[in-house]
């Protein structure tokens, strides 16, 4: 055998997972189809969306909230090609990141297709058409996922795009309409609704991250309606979108069951994403992947049916986010050398970065009720925050779900300032089994944010809030 682990994919789980075994003495090796390192995150996801939604945040507060500052300013205008070429450098200087831990953790890097000749064996097919193999002891399959289409809705990638597309757009649309309350449709018509774009956002469920503590959305639907005027359609099925020149129609059952039109210039399908498997060669090796999702079926071990070989990621179960997809390039490492490895799943934080951005961890009210857990809740609105009145941040809050008799903290939900930074740590609480009355013992330095989650805490603790 030539390598000891042959990794296919670079995005956060296939990258983390070479370092990680390289630095544990295995030779390794990693495949990407792409030009550049560092999968769907870096290069078309988290990193692009969180640069635009920075830009956006500057230029929305420039123009609404410098004023209340004392701060004037005259001719505010968006320069979106410059806006993108900058998120475009940010991507740059991160996929560049890779290539550098790669050559200096010597993990050996080759672009084009991988798939499987037979479980030791991988085919790299190149852009040129031309072919080599490679042999490794284990192979860990890290190829992650792509938007998912909706089967009577034609994406034409120019007016009825996906989140790939709308990270590059080269002018701002007047009239944006999203498809899909989730995470990625959220924070991608933020940055538009920021730069004065009307975006209606059109979502199936009752609420908008209806995954996440019901609360939640509601603050977030009520905020974002405020704040940069997006409108929402909830409980409204998609029926089709059409497009003509620059005209976009979608058209949706609302839930009295009459079909509504929305007209825009451009629209976003935002509706989830859908593990990729193409071009892998699974069948050579056996492996199927699941009906619905086309994810791969791991084990506890995240091992496939086929000894030695693995899969982490979004090609497999759980939360399509970047953290979860290292954790698990970790996992895999470390159990290929023998050690014994944890993840818990229970404690992996959700976040959107919208503003307020809200952040999760933990069981939410829904599913603690379904479950028939006894809790107590504590909660501490961001308008009692003396750190939040500073900065004119005041909508949200903190929700503090405590074990009714243990008053161990089994969820912590926030919507607020820096609530993705914030969320750290609930989860570090959480991992060290907490219970509510420790975190509202715990000094927090004051003014802070984070003096929301000990007031919450209280809360929580015999409804001991001081400032509330
Ligand atoms: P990917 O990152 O998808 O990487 C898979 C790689 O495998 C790709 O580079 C692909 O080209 C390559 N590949 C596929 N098939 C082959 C093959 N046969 N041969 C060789 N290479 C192959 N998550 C967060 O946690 N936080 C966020 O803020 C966040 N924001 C997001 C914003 C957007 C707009 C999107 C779309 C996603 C966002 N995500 C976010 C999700 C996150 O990007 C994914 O969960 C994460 O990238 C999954 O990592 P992965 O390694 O499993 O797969």
């Known amino acids: 055998m030539q390598y000891d682990v042959i990794v296919i994919g670079s995005g956060p789980g296939g990258y983390v997972a070479a370092i990680r075994c390289a630095q544990l003495g295995l030779k390794t090796a990693v ?16 990193i692009p969306s969180k640069a635009l939604l920075d830009s956006s945040e500057h230029y929305h507060n420039a123009a609404h909230s410098f004023e209340a500052h004392g701060i004037s ?5 968006v320069d979106i090609k410059k806006m993108i ?47 080599e193999q490679i042999t490794g002891k284990n192979v860990i399959i890290a190829t992650g996922s792509k938007p998912t289409y909706l089967p009577f809705l034609p994406v034409d990638k120019k007016r009825i795009i996906t989140s790939t597309e709308a990270l590059n757009l080269t002018e701002i649309p007047k009239h944006l309409i999203v498809i899909g309350g989730g995470v990625i449709g959220l924070e991608l018509g933020s940055v538009y ?20 503590d019901g609360g939640l959305g509601k603050e977030l639907q009520r905020v974002l309606k405020k704040s940069v005027g997006m409108e929402f359609y909830t409980g409204h099925k998609v029926t089709g979108a059409t497009s003509k020149g620059k005209t976009v129609t979608v058209t949706a059952e609302n839930p009295k069951g009459e079909i509504i039109s929305l007209e825009g210039d451009y629209c976003i399908v935002a509706v989830g994403r859908t593990a990729y498997t193409d071009n892998l060669g699974l069948e050579n090796i056996g492996i199927t992947v699941e ?73 939410t009210e829904e599913q603690l009720k379904e479950a028939g857990v006894k809790y107590k809740t504590g909660s501490f609105s961001f308008k009692a925050s003396g750190r939040a009145k500073a900065s004119m941040d005041t909508d949200g809050f903190v929700k503090i779900l405590a074990d009714a008799e243990t008053d161990e903290v089994i969820g912590v939900h926030m919507i607020g300032p820096r609530a993705a ?6 989860v570090v609480a959480m991992e060290y089994r907490a219970s509510a009355e420790d975190i509202g013992r715990i000094c927090h330095a004051h003014p802070t944010y984070t003096e929301a989650i000990k007031e919450a805490a209280l809360a929580a603790t015999s409804n001991r809030a001081i400032h509330a």
């Not at 050559?103 to 798939?115: L, R």
């Open 85 to 131: 070429a900058r998120k475009d450098d940010v991507i740059n200087q991160n996929t560049a990141g890779i290539t550098y831990l790669f050559k200096k953790n010597k993990v050996e890097s080759f672009q084009g297709i991988g798939s499987f000749v037979d479980k030791n064996t991988i085919k790299i097919t190149k852009d040129d058409g031309t072919s």
């Open 193 to 212: 609704a920021r730069l004065g774009s009307k975006v209606s956002v059109v979502e199936f469920a009752k609420s908008i991250i209806g995954t996440m």
């Open 291 to 363: 009906e619905r999702g086309k994810k791969i079926t791991v084990n506890d071990h995240l091992e496939t049916i086929v000894p030695g070989v693995y899969a982490i990621g979004d090609v497999v179960k759980g939360a399509m986010l970047a953290h979860k997809a290292e954790d698990e390039g970790i996992f895999v490492a470390e159990s290929i050398v023998g050690q014994k490895p944890h993840i818990d799943y229970n404690l992996i934080p959700g976040v959107v970065y919208t503003w307020p951005e809200v952040a999760s961890v933990g069981k």
């Open 73 to 77: 300013l005259s001719n505010l205008k």
């Open 421 to 426: 930074d914030m969320i750290a740590e609930a």
């Open 31 to 46: 495949i990407e189809k792409y030009n550049t390192f560092g999968g769907t995150c870096l290069n078309v996801g988290c």
